[in-house]
């Protein structure tokens, strides 16, 4: 089991600050990182918490998992490792990279 945690159908309003409070009820919070709309700054409504042990993750994935926060279920489960990515999308070899200016 690992301390990372995965937490999705997050209200958009929620940030970090709101989140840590939530799950430190459970146990002790490391970090907490909501993803964000790189153009707009908005949370894309998932986020990664990344818990003290692995028995305060198991606590808070049993308590959290489907609780309804502003009228929404969350998803709490533990986080996948992100697959790695070769090339680009399709497949057809490395990624050309065009100058920025």
């Known amino acids: 089991m690992g ?3 995965f937490v999705g ?16 009820t459970k146990g002790s919070v490391d970090s907490v990182m ?3 709309d790189n153009d707009t700054g908005r949370s ?3 986020a990664f918490v990344e818990m ?3 028995g305060d993750a198991q606590k808070a994935i049993a308590d959290l998992n489907a609780c ?7 998803t709490v489960n533990e986080a996948r ?4 990515r070769h ?3 399709g497949g057809r070899g490395p990624r050309r990279r065009e100058p920025r200016w």
Not at 9 to 24: A, D, H, V
Not at 81 to 84: A, D, K
């Open 81 to 84: 490792p992100r697959p790695e």
């Open 87 to 89: 090339g680009s999308p």
């Open 34 to 36: 909501v993803m964000r």
């Open 3 to 5: 301390r990372k945690l």
């Open 68 to 74: 309804s926060v502003s009228g929404r279920n969350l």
């Open 52 to 54: 003290g042990s692995d």
């Open 9 to 24: 159908n997050l209200p958009f309003e929620m940030g970090e600050t709101e989140l840590k409070e939530l799950f430190g």
């Open 44 to 46: 894309r409504g998932f």
